[in-house]
C-alpha cells in the first residue's frame, strides 16, 4: 500500500511539513527530512524550488529564490533523496510548479519519483481536468498519488470531480490568499471546514495556509484529519538554520 494512504489510516491527526528543497543551504535537504522524522512529523512536503510560484507568500518565494541561486535544480533534487529510503519511512510528498515538471519530462520525473521512493505530487497549478485526461494514467504507473487544491471558493461540483478523481487525501486551502498571509482563523473560515467535513467525501481533507503553532494546528484539525505547516517552519529556518527542529514540532503539537 503506498505509505500515503497508510498513514491516512493512523488514528491521529497527522502533522505535515513543508520545507524548500536546498534551503538554507543546498546540501540540508536530507538532514532536514531526517530530523522532521525522528521528531514525530507525519509526512513531509518538499518544495522543489520555481522562479515564479504563484500560491507562494514572499517567505516561500524567498527560499526558492535563494535554493535557486545556491544552484538547486531538479536533477540536483533527485541525486539528493537517492538513498533517502534506506533512512527515511514517512510519505515523502514533492511540491512544485507544472513548469520544471514538463521541461524533466512528466513521465522521466515520475518515473525519478518512484526510483527513489516519493510518494505523491502536489502541483497547484495542474488543473484537475487536464490531469485526468492526459497524465493520471503516468502517475498511476508509478504509484504517485496527486494531491488537489480546494479554497472555499470552489464550487461543490468541482470539490466532488476533485474527490472522485483522487485517491488519497485533497488539500484544503484555508483562504484564497498566499501562503503565510493569515494569523489564526475566523468564522467564515471555521464554518468552511465545517462545510467541506458536512460534504462526507471519500479522501479525508488535510488543511494547509495560515498554521503556525498549536492553536490554529487545532482549529484546522478539528474536523481535518491533518494540517500543512509551510511559512512559519521556513521562517524557524531562516532564524535557526536546521537545528531546534524539535522546539519548533513541539511548539505545534506538544508531546
Do not use: W
Not at 525522528?38 to 510560484?53: H, Q
Not at 471519500?202 to 503553532?213: A, E, L, R, T, Y
Amino acid at each position: 500500500m503506498n505509505r500515503i494512504k497508510e498513514k491516512l489510516q493512523e488514528d491521529k491527526k497527522l502533522l505535515s511539513i513543508y520545507f524548500t528543497s536546498g534551503y538554507p543551504e543546498i546540501n540540508d535537504t536530507v538532514q532536514i527530512i531526517k530530523s522532521l522524522e525522528k521528531n514525530g512529523v507525519d509526512f513531509i512536503e518538499i518544495g522543489l524550488p520555481f522562479s515564479d510560484p504563484l500560491a507562494d507568500g514572499p517567505t516561500i518565494q524567498e527560499s526558492s529564490t535563494i535554493a535557486l541561486k545556491s544552484g538547486m535544480t531538479t536533477n540536483k533534487l533527485f541525486e539528493q533523496l537517492k538513498d533517502i529510503r534506506s533512512e527515511v519511512s514517512i510519505p515523502l510528498i514533492i511540491m512544485g510548479y507544472f513548469n520544471p515538471i514538463l521541461q524533466f519530462g512528466v513521465e522521466k520525473f515520475c518515473a525519478k519519483c518512484e526510483e527513489v521512493g516519493i510518494d505523491g505530487l502536489i502541483i497547484p497549478d495542474l488543473p484537475v481536468d487536464v490531469y485526468n485526461d492526459n497524465y493520471k494514467a503516468i502517475f498511476d504507473k508509478h504509484g504517485l498519488k496527486n494531491i488537489f487544491l480546494i479554497t472555499p471558493q470552489t464550487s461543490e461540483e468541482r470539490i466532488r470531480f476533485i474527490d472522485e478523481v483522487s485517491d488519497g487525501f485533497i488539500y484544503m486551502v484555508s483562504t484564497a490568499s498566499v501562503t503565510g498571509s493569515t494569523k489564526g482563523f475566523g468564522e467564515e473560515t471555521k464554518a468552511y471546514f465545517k462545510r467541506i467535513a458536512d460534504m462526507k467525501l471519500k479522501n479525508p481533507q488535510v488543511v494547509g495556509f495560515g498554521i503556525s503553532d498549536e492553536d490554529t494546528f487545532n482549529d484546522a484539525t478539528k474536523y481535518a484529519k491533518g494540517a500543512i505547516i509551510g511559512s512559519a517552519f521556513i521562517k524557524h529556518l531562516n532564524k535557526h538554520g536546521k537545528n531546534n527542529i524539535e522546539d519548533f514540532v513541539k511548539s505545534v503539537r506538544p508531546v
